[in-house]
């Protein structure tokens, strides 16, 4: 049986700026235009938090029944390594998923937005098919598109709307940023699981790229939150301290640029999403004052 740590360590924690981060964006955004809520902002971190993690396992129990999990180099799996059975990991996904549900549901009363709840339902449908069900969207190159879209614009766009009910460009652009740190992630972690993935039939869009090209996409999708910084400078200069960021970057980029492969490239996750969280900070501050 798992221990409590090994439960932890099977959510994953470092994806969890991907869920931090285009909440503070988005918060950030609406006190700028006088539009912040603790209560919503509070709520929506949650929701988030509970998708990630509900997202984690449910990735965990769905490679882990697949076999896709029985020799993947980076982080503990519960299923793939048999410490929990796959009927325990997909109920906490799902309790993750209810979680993020009842929260969403709340943030929907509270605010009028019905709209949000198409918007959550998608979320949580597109969490469970990343790489649940018969045709899995994560095992036909699609994943990186489907966190662009989720863990960016949904995300840092629906944070600002439901507390300032508008969305601007400079959120749009916010947005944009955050999506591509998200999506630069991803793309990481398939970089490290080329080989394993090959294997077994996964064809993420790493495998389908080969291992030069992802190195090179990673180093443009990198790039992105950085060329948004400048535009978003020109509007507000004070979002300039997304380049903050900047030091944190550029060690996980040189690991994949010199052509780190397998347990060397654990570290870029960890940088990646720290990066992201920095320059959403850093953000945060120059469009909440801005």
Same mark, same amino acid.
Do not use: H
């Given at each position: 049986? &798992?221990?409590?740590?090994?439960?932890? =360590?099977?959510?994953?924690?470092?994806?969890?700026?991907?869920?931090?981060?285009?909440?503070? #964006?988005?918060?950030?955004?609406? /006190?700028? %235009?006088?539009?912040?809520?603790?209560?919503?902002?509070?709520?929506?971190?949650?929701?988030?938090?509970?998708?990630?993690?509900?997202?984690?396992?449910?990735?965990?129990?769905?490679?882990?029944?697949?076999?896709?999990? =029985?020799?993947?180099?980076?982080?503990?799996?519960?299923?793939?390594?048999?410490?929990?059975?796959?009927?325990?990991?997909?109920?906490? &996904?799902?309790?993750?998923?209810?979680?993020?549900?009842?929260? *969403?549901?709340?943030?929907? %009363?509270?605010?009028?937005?019905?709209?949000?709840?198409?918007? *959550?339902?998608?979320?949580?449908?597109?969490?469970?098919?990343?790489?649940?069900?018969?045709?899995?969207?994560? /095992?036909?190159?699609?994943? =990186?598109?489907?966190?662009? #879209?989720?863990?960016?614009?949904?995300? %840092?766009?629906?944070?600002?709307? #439901?507390?300032?009910?508008?969305?601007?460009?400079?959120?749009?652009?916010?947005?944009?940023?955050?999506?591509?740190?998200?999506?630069? %992630?991803?793309?990481?972690?398939?970089?490290?699981?080329?080989?394993?993935?090959? =294997?077994?039939?996964?064809?993420?869009?790493?495998?389908?790229? *080969?291992?030069?090209?992802?190195?090179?996409?990673?180093?443009?999708?990198?790039?992105?939150?950085?060329?948004?910084? #400048?535009?978003?400078?020109?509007?507000?200069?004070?979002?300039?301290? *997304?380049?903050?960021?900047?030091?944190?970057?550029?060690?996980?980029?040189?690991?994949?640029?010199?052509?780190?492969?397998?347990?060397?490239?654990?570290?870029?996750?960890?940088?990646?999403?720290?990066?992201?969280?920095?320059?959403?900070?850093?953000?945060?501050?120059?469009?909440?004052?801005?």
């Amino acid at each position: 049986m &798992a221990s409590l740590a090994q439960w932890i =360590e099977g959510a994953r924690p470092r994806t969890l700026p991907n869920a931090i981060a285009p909440v503070l #964006v988005g918060s950030g955004a609406a /006190y700028g %235009v006088g539009g912040f809520s603790w209560l919503l902002s509070g709520l929506l971190l949650m929701m988030s938090l509970s998708l990630i993690v509900g997202v984690n396992y449910a990735n965990d129990y769905s490679d882990g029944i697949r076999g896709t999990d =029985e020799a993947r180099v980076g982080p503990l799996r519960l299923v793939g390594s048999g410490l929990a059975k796959p009927k325990s990991v997909l109920i906490a &996904a799902w309790v993750c998923f209810g979680l993020a549900a009842v929260i *969403g549901l709340g943030v929907v %009363v509270l605010t009028k937005q019905w709209i949000m709840l198409a918007i *959550g339902a998608a979320s949580i449908i597109a969490a469970w098919f990343y790489t649940g069900g018969k045709r899995p969207y994560g /095992y036909a190159g699609f994943g =990186e598109l489907a966190v662009f #879209v989720f863990f960016g614009l949904v995300a %840092v766009l629906g944070t600002l709307y #439901v507390q300032a009910d508008m969305v601007s460009g400079v959120s749009i652009g916010a947005a944009v940023a955050v999506g591509a740190f998200s999506s630069a %992630v991803l793309i990481a972690n398939n970089l490290r699981d080329i080989p394993t993935d090959t =294997e077994t039939g996964k064809r993420t869009l790493a495998v389908r790229l *080969g291992d030069r090209d992802t190195r090179s996409l990673y180093t443009a999708v990198l790039a992105v939150p950085f060329l948004m910084t #400048v535009l978003l400078g020109m509007r507000q200069p004070l979002t300039l301290l *997304g380049f903050l960021a900047l030091p944190v970057a550029l060690p996980a980029l040189s690991k994949v640029l010199r052509g780190g492969t397998g347990l060397a490239l654990i570290p870029v996750l960890r940088d990646t999403g720290m990066a992201m969280l920095v320059w959403a900070i850093g953000t945060t501050i120059g469009l909440a004052l801005g």
